[in-house]
């Protein structure tokens, strides 16, 4: 079965340092990856995604997400959190065999919150 | 600017009342899609438009119709609302390519409560 998961419900970091928010995927095939960012009372907001060709993309607002594809990760990562930063992250992955369904499966979120 | 809009943002209603949740965007995109979000469950797609007059079940269509009668806009509709209805909402479009790995954008959300 195609799923994502996101293992931690909540990160912590204090403004200033880096940040990680982890995501692993099991999907049949290549895996077209995505993140989105879920403001308070707003829509998902597109980050960046990875579809083929160097393992770190860059995406929106300074984050940036490794692709490893032997890990089955692709982990969201900023080399300087900003208290701005603090949401709810999703990690994404286009599902396979949805024909010509563009469905997305979807990680449960991670909340990030970046203490000042 | 390019966005996807969503109206109400925010509705309380009661069982069985008919209500519709309106979707427009404005890229020209081709395929649209409506998502329910709830708590532990994350996003679950519920219908989807591959073009005008092109619908399909998603994953929970239950309870849901929609309609595209025109590329812009992609309404959905709950005939008799019930309380396991109760969910935040998104819409969501992107262009339709061969590569399928178009970015698909989403609307505000539209919070629903059904008492």
């Known amino acids: 079965a195609q799923s994502v998961a996101q293992p931690e419900d909540q990160v912590n970091v204090a403004e200033g340092n880096p940040l990680t928010v982890k995501c692993t995927y099991s999907?049949?095939?290549?895996?077209?990856l995505f993140w989105y960012v879920q403001y308070p009372n707003r829509g998902l907001q597109f980050l960046l995604k990875?579809?083929?060709?160097d393992n770190l993309v860059k995406g929106s607002y300074g984050f940036e997400a490794e692709f490893n594809k032997s890990q089955t990760s692709f982990h969201l990562k900023k080399p300087s959190a900003l208290v701005s930063d603090s949401a709810l992250y999703f990690c994404?992955?286009?599902?396979?065999?949805?024909?010509?369904?563009?469905?997305?499966?979807w990680g449960l979120g991670t909340s990030l919150a970046v203490n000042p | 600017e390019a966005q996807v809009t969503q109206n109400p943002r925010y509705l309380i209603t009661v069982t069985g009342k008919k209500l519709t949740v309106t979707c427009s965007q404005n890229?020209?995109?081709?395929?649209m899609s409506w998502y329910r979000q709830d708590p532990g469950l994350g996003l679950r797609q519920i219908y989807y438009?591959?073009?005008?007059?092109?619908?399909d079940k998603g994953d929970v269509p239950e309870g849901y119709k929609v309609s595209r009668k025109e590329k812009r806009n992609f309404p959905l509709i709950l005939e008799s609302p019930s309380p396991n209805q109760t969910s935040l909402y998104f819409c969501?479009?992107?262009?339709?390519?061969?590569?399928?790995?178009?970015?698909?954008?989403f609307g505000p959300g539209t919070r629903l409560t059904v008492l």
């Open positions: 994404a992955v286009r599902a396979h065999n949805a024909g010509n369904n563009r469905k997305l499966i």
């Open positions: 999907v049949s095939g290549n895996p077209y």
């Open positions: 438009s591959m073009n005008v007059e092109v619908t």
């Open positions: 990875y579809i083929t060709g």
């Open positions: 890229m020209n995109h081709e395929y």
């Open positions: 969501a479009s992107s262009f339709l390519t061969p590569s399928t790995t178009d970015t698909q954008y």
